[in-house]
């Protein structure tokens, strides 16, 4: 297959949407992806714990609705977004693609989220779990009522991950360790929300295992409570390898497959 002259500027054409031919975009994206499957595989086979495929997430922020597309194309359907208008625009151009919510999430945008997202990995405080499940409850609502097209929560509940902060300040979101297993239950309790267990990002300036170690340990714990609670959200381009080997289920890639990030 060769890629046409004129399809250099295919990241933002709509016109490939329906060709034959894989545009450039498209190719570059299959194989970052290979390469990023490959990564995957050797990490999978490098485990302390842990066991069984680990589901990719591919993180799409300031990628355009084409990109999704592709990815779905090339067998991606998970996607990662950290902003809801961002995600909620894309998710009405993609709506086949299934839809992550990975950012820090202000409790008024919940109505918005709860209509397009199949899991949020963010829930970091009581009020936010408070305004999800309200959102939730009344989203099925409208969509009894004809007023609002179904979505991910009309077919079970909201999948919902605690994120565990894992260096002690606070500003890269999640809550402490110790508060863990309250909002843990808090989210186990509300109605239209499941519990699916942790998410956390890798502390700034220090080395990423021992602290994918310390939440292996808190996800432990949390099962004691909620044995359905199994997903470890974990492990990104820059340090997949170190958050498989601790027994990640999710890994969220941007750059690793759509290429360095416009800086925003
Ligand atoms: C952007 C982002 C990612 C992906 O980061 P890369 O380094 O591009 O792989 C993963 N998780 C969260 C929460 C993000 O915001």
Redesign the pocket.
Known sequence: MTESENSTESANSTESENSAVEDARTHELRGNLERLRERLSAAENDRHVGTGPVDLIA?T?FFPAQDVQRLLDVGVRDVGE?RDQEAAEKARSVPDATWHF??QLQSKKSTSVVRYASRVHSVDRMSLVTALGKAVRNHRAAVAEGQAQGGPCTEGDLDCLVQVSLDDSEGRGGVRPVDLAALADAVAAEEGLRLGGVMA?APLGSAPEPAFERLHGYAQQLREQHPSATQISAG???DLEAAVRWGSTHV?????ILGARPVG
């Open positions: 993180v922020k950290n990975i950012g990002v990104m381009s820059a969220r890639v941007g750059s690793g």
